[in-house]
């Protein structure tokens, strides 16, 4: 691991070859707070491909995602200096990032949806990539998969994805979805059971 100071010492040319998970994200938050722009696009770095994938999932728009995520490190480095700390660089990420997106949506499809129900607008997309590297599943059984996490709700998509596949706590999630963390244990509970009924079905 990397001192606070190496950061200062990385020069900009030699971005492309840095490692971002050389760096701790508090390390990096504090330091691109202070306006150094190599710490906030090590941030970039560390998370652009998360924040795609969560993207994805929300919208077919690849076009729209990506002005999202770019959106967001915008407005990042425009406030720099009146961000507060924070304790988790990563859900502080994900949690602004739902909500530009959903702004974004929102807006280019030029309807009104109440920010208390952000679900309305949340197209959870599954993908299976992460299921096919980390569980090396057959083909059938990733199609039985696919099929049943399809049939669930959008709400109920969203939060397997960001407990599973992102390895979010309850907490975070929570905070993400703006849902009382006993609400989203439960959802969470329930959606297994109901996945598990599901595959079942499927003769999983």
Request: net charge positive; hydrophobic share 40%; charged share 30%.
């Amino acid at each position: 691991m990397l001192a606070t100071s190496d950061i200062e010492s990385v020069r900009p040319e030699a971005f492309s070859h840095a490692r971002a998970d050389s760096f701790n994200d508090e390390m990096l938050w504090n330091n691109f707070k202070k306006g150094n722009e190599l710490a906030l696009s090590l941030l970039y770095k560390k998370y652009v491909q998360s924040l795609y994938n969560y993207g994805r999932h929300t919208s077919k728009d690849h076009d729209l995602v990506l002005d999202s995520i770019q959106d967001l490190f915008s407005r990042l480095w425009i406030k720099r200096e009146t961000l507060a700390s924070v304790n988790s660089v990563k859900l502080y990420l994900f949690k602004s990032f739902r909500r530009t997106l959903l702004r974004h949506i929102i807006t280019r499809r030029k309807l009104f949806v109440p920010l208390a129900d952000p679900s309305a607008v949340f197209e959870f997309i599954p993908s299976f990539e992460y299921a096919m590297i980390e569980g090396e599943l057959k083909a059938e059984q990733l199609k039985k998969l696919k099929a049943c996490i399809q049939s669930l709700t959008k709400t109920q998509r969203e939060v397997i994805f960001l407990k599973f596949f992102n390895e979010l706590t309850y907490i975070e999630i929570s905070e993400i979805m703006e849902m009382r963390v006993e609400s989203v244990y439960n959802l969470v509970s329930k959606t297994i059971e109901l996945l598990r009924k599901k595959l079942q079905a499927h003769d999983w």
